[in-house]
């Protein structure tokens, strides 16, 4: 049968690799830049000196190969091409800064030219490109110093070329982060270039057309991953910044997208400055989350109500963010997770309860897995997620999320003694009959957290699914999982004879999980998945089991400081490195 996604992914890789060529024809020369070029990106010092020692770690996986070239390595997949092809390792070099550095990085770039510079490679996307050329002329100064005049003949060149193709196909991204960064790369060779201010001027304008479609009204993206909008934030202030350096306005809806974004980062950011975990997204390198907030200018603080589909709760040093939304559909759910009334914890620098992550940089029983609703802290009914998988496209192999939650009504509101979170879902409405409902209560001074969880049939129709369910089982009751997934630094033990669950933290915290005695607790093993580790880590999660027999199941429980925890706990603990 005749595959339209197949065609056009095939189509657009032929224009792509044509117009590269046709682009790399040119013989018109740039000479220079209009202004030096101020870096802006952020580098990791410790991924760096492992460049520079021959560790290659890329999408996650490490090839050891300290007498290879970039180029002369074979890339595992896809998405290890292309984070070579994209330069972001540049931010990791300039950061060490050191003799070494600068050797390895000229010698990277020029190789590229030389194997890649006419227009073959992976490398020749539009995102890719953007994201080349912004880390290019970025570090400009440090990959220029000491050059002969022919490199840097070379150099600019190949600028200048690659300005010329992502003229042309910057159309081509997908919308959302691969047509921002795209933008943004053609607005910053377009200012930065000598002769090629004339193309920065439709780039400007489409990049505030983006803004506009893009950015929703809660200053979030349609595939609601945290880090994916704090990396289009990123961009936006680089571009603004660029336009401001040279004396050009930021067209409105560019500067509205970033006083949207903004306050929703700031929601999303757990205490310790991180990240919240959903849909695909990661806590962000260290420090990436502040520099954007602060070079951004903006001051709004958090809003009230939802943000990017998000709850947050937070009081003392304790920081909750909840996914209290349905999930992004259709082609936004690309990476969406089935994680609907999931919470994340943080006291302090310590992360608590977590979600497990995306496992995509450890394959593809690893990413099915990170996305599934078992892999988050929140109920899971009969070992079913709330939202389904679907089948992969045979081209593509693409999973989207189909018959998630279509109702999630919430309600925040000021408890007795601090905040309270409400909501439900109806993900598993059709399946069994039941509502998911949850309610969230942390105390004004972030010491402790209420919680309870509640499966109910109210409407006759699913009183009859239900009842369906339960005769299907031979009316033993419907199981449910109320899972914590802790994180890896976490040390857990059961107490009380199996009545509670204690958690020390490298803070020296002490936190204490209890329930009702209604149900079973246990202490199972976990995944922790990071794609800047090798391997997931092992973690463990409270598993709060039970069977539902009635329309109406009720469970609570609680997380609260153990007494003797101090109030203000003064943390010194170290993190780990990096690569371990």
Known sequence: MFNITRLKARQARFLNLWHARSATRRTREVKGFVSSPEPRTIGSFARGRQLTGGNYLFAGTLIHAPDMTLWELTAPDGNYAADLHGFAWLDDLAAVGDARARDTAQRWLWDWISVYGKGKGPGWSPDLTGRRLIRWINHALFLLRGQEP??????????EQQTEFLSRRW??????????????????AGLALEGQEALADPAIKALARECAVQIDAQGGLP?????????????LT????ALTDVGRRVPSDHVAAIERIAP?????????????????????????????????????????????????????????????SAPPSG???????????AFELTSGRRPLIVSCGSGASFGIDWRRAGRATPSHSVLCLGGFSSARLSEPDKFTGIETLIDGPSHVPIEMSQAPDGVRFQGGHNGYVRSHGLTHARTLELTQDGRGLAGEDMLLAMEDIEKKRFDAALDAGSLKGLKFDIRFHLHPDVDATVDLGGAAVSMALKSGEIWVFRHDGMHNLTLEAGAYLETTRLKPRAATQIVLSGMAFTYATRVRWSLSKAQETAIGVRDLSMDEPYFE
């Open 171 to 188: 159309k081509a991204a997908a919308p959302g982060l691969p047509r921002f960064e795209a933008l943004t790369g053609l607005i910053y």
């Open 150 to 159: 022919q490199e840097s003949h070379a150099f600019y060149r190949s600028l």
């Open 223 to 235: 595939t609601r991953n945290p880090e994916e909008l704090l990396a289009v934030f990123t961009l």
């Open 238 to 241: 680089w571009a603004a910044a």
């Open 331 to 341: 082609a936004a759910s690309a990476n969406a997770h089935a994680s609907t009334l």
């Open 264 to 324: 929703t980062l700031r929601s999303l950011r757990h205490s310790d400055g991180g990240l919240a975990r959903f849909h695909g997204g990661g806590r962000g390198i260290e420090g990436w989350l502040d520099h954007a907030l602060a070079a951004s200018g903006v001051k709004a603080a958090q809003p009230d109500g939802l943000s990017m589909g998000f709850a947050r709760l937070s009081a003392g040093r304790t920081s909750i963010v909840i996914d209290a």
